[in-house]
């Protein structure tokens, strides 16, 4: 299939790419999620992607673990951009619902998370998503899903 004579895999490659240029910007400029806590992207797959997050005191809520809402973000941006991934290059998202169950806490000295990101179903106008953030040792931290609404390009 073609769109404006670029096939289809070539333009979903182009995104991803695309993606990866943005969040190496945003690194180097020192702006953006990554750079506040440490969230970084390990893999970029057609409706799959997957982040860590190193622990830190960046991170610390009032009982000096890793605050929910840094997780949440986590878990935010891998299923984001698991939808992201998924879309065709003149249409965007924004998340409309974020849903997280938290399994066990994590310490601010703790080894990297590891969060994957998986689209579900991606429509012409919502996107669902699923993530799984995991510990050093595999062991489920966190679970959740989010609703993502679709818009054109302005």
């Excluded at 953006?32 to 440490?38: D, F, I, K, N």
């Excluded at 249409?91 to 000295?109: A, H, P, W």
């Excluded at 959740?144 to 054109?152: I, K, V, Y």
Aim: net charge neutral.
């Amino acid at each position: 299939m073609e769109h404006n004579g670029i096939s289809a895999q070539a333009e979903v490659a182009k995104r991803i790419d695309d993606l990866r240029v943005l969040l190496e910007h945003g690194l180097a400029e020192g702006v953006g999620v990554g750079h506040s806590l440490g969230v970084r992207v390990r893999t970029l797959e057609v409706g799959r992607t997957v982040w860590t997050l190193q622990p830190s005191p960046a991170a610390a809520n009032a009982m000096f673990t890793v605050h929910g809402g840094v997780i949440a973000t986590l878990m935010d941006t891998a299923m984001g951009s698991a939808v992201y991934t998924s879309l065709p290059a003149d249409l965007f998202y924004t998340t409309l619902e974020l849903k997280v169950n938290f399994v066990r806490s994590v310490n601010l000295d703790a080894a990297a998370l590891e969060c994957v990101g998986r689209t579900v179903h991606v429509g012409r106008r919502t996107a669902t998503a699923e993530a799984q953030v995991t510990n050093s040792a595999g062991k489920l931290v966190a679970h959740g899903s989010c609703t993502c609404l679709l818009t054109a390009a302005a």
